[in-house]
C-alpha cells in the first residue's frame, strides 16, 4: 500500500522561496516517476515538474529556472524547491507516484497525495 504526504506549504511573499516535501510510503520507491502537480483556484490541475527513475528531471516553461525537483531515495522523500515566488504560483500542490507512467497529465499517476497550500502574496 502506497502513501503520500505532502508538507512544507505556507504563505510567502513574492520573490521568496518555499520547500515542499513528499514523504513515499510502502513502494519500490526508485522505480517509481515521481512528479508535482498544483491547482490554482478556478483552473485545472497542472504538471509542474517530473522525476523519472533514471534521475532525469523535466519542468513546466512557468516554473524552468525557479524549481528544483529531487528525490531522496534513502529517507524516501521527494522534494520541490521553489524560489523566486510569483503571486501565479499560488495553489495546492500535490505529489504523485507511478510504476508505469511518467506523465504531465495527473489521471495516469495511481499514487497522489492530499496537497499542500501554497499562498504567495
Known amino acids: 500500500h502506497v502513501q503520500l504526504v505532502e508538507s512544507g506549504g505556507g504563505s510567502v511573499r513574492a520573490g521568496g522561496s518555499l520547500k515542499l516535501s513528499c514523504a513515499v510510503s510502502?513502494?519500490?520507491?526508485?522505480?517509481?516517476?515521481m512528479a508535482w502537480f498544483r491547482q490554482a483556484p478556478g483552473k485545472e490541475r497542472e504538471g509542474v515538474a517530473i522525476i523519472d527513475n533514471d534521475g532525469s528531471t523535466k519542468y513546466a516553461d512557468s516554473v524552468k529556472g525557479r524549481f528544483t525537483i529531487s528525490k531522496d531515495s534513502r529517507l524516501n522523500t521527494l522534494s520541490l524547491q521553489m524560489n523566486s515566488l510569483l503571486p501565479e504560483d499560488t495553489g495546492v500542490y500535490y505529489c504523485?507516484?507511478?510504476?508505469?507512467?511518467?506523465?504531465?497529465?495527473?489521471?495516469?499517476?495511481?499514487?497522489r497525495g492530499q496537497g499542500t497550500q501554497v499562498t504567495v502574496s
Open positions: 510502502g513502494t519500490i520507491y526508485e522505480k517509481f516517476c
Open positions: 504523485a507516484a507511478d510504476r508505469t507512467w511518467c506523465s504531465w497529465f495527473w489521471s495516469p499517476y495511481n499514487f
